[in-house]
């Protein structure tokens, strides 16, 4: 069956980076596009990015001004997702998910919970 | 960038229908997807392309897009039904994905 698990939460300081995985299997990796979506603390969801694994290339949300960073890891099927330059509101859950073969999510994980507290 | 808007709260007594609308520039001309969210959980996708459900969401879910309106309607509500609800479109125009603001269904 298809699983994405994702690191643990972390509390970070501001202006810090941070770098949350996702472990992906039961299925092929590379034909998939795999993407980032976060969720402040009783917001809604936000679209961060996407990858693709076949050749690492990434579009990205204007939102972030070039603070986040997708990239994978293909002997481990792991995806990582860089935030640089943490801020306060930057506290959210950040989910991975997975790209189904149309422009939806089929599959998610379980969501990463960043704080970041001074 | 294309924007999505939803109301922030449906109410709706249970075995009655719930209608959850997303507003979007000819949205029907894209396709929309639907998530259901419970607190605490990762969003569970529960109509895609405007009217299909995955394998095991109950027919009860279905939705409708037309015009600058897609819907996603819930029939014969139960309780297990009280979530947040977001729709979701690919922006050809950029290739970046948007998801409406989220409408939470209580159910009375």
């Known amino acids: 069956q298809v699983q994405l698990a994702q690191s643990g939460a972390e509390v970070k300081k501001p202006g810090a980076s941070v770098k949350v995985s996702c472990r992906v299997s039961g299925y092929t990796f590379s034909y998939f596009y795999l993407h980032w979506v976060r969720q402040a603390p009783g917001q809604g969801l936000e679209w961060m990015g996407k990858i693709n694994p076949s050749d690492a290339s990434a579009t990205y949300t204007d939102n972030f001004m070039g603070r986040v960073s997708l990239t994978r890891e293909t002997s481990t099927a792991t995806f990582f997702m860089e935030l640089r330059g943490l801020r306060f509101d930057d506290t959210a859950v950040y989910f991975c998910c997975r790209q189904s073969m149309l422009e939806y999510f089929d599959y998610w994980g379980q969501g990463s919970l960043i704080t970041v507290s001074s | 960038s294309y924007v999505l808007t939803q109301p922030p709260s449906v109410s709706v007594a249970p075995g009655k229908t719930a209608r959850v609308t997303c507003g979007g520039n000819n949205i029907g001309s894209k396709s929309v997807h639907w998530y259901q969210q419970r607190p605490g959980q990762a969003p569970v996708l529960v109509v895609y392309?405007?009217?299909d459900r995955p394998s095991g969401i109950p027919e009860r879910f279905s939705g409708s897009n037309s015009g600058d309106t897609a819907t996603l309607i819930i029939s014969r509500v139960e309780a297990g039904d009280e979530a947040d609800y977001y729709c979701?479109?690919?922006?050809?125009?950029?290739?970046?994905?948007?998801f409406g603001s989220g409408t939470t269904v209580t159910v009375l």
């Open positions: 392309d405007d009217r």
């Open positions: 979701q479109v690919w922006d050809s125009s950029n290739d970046h994905f948007v």
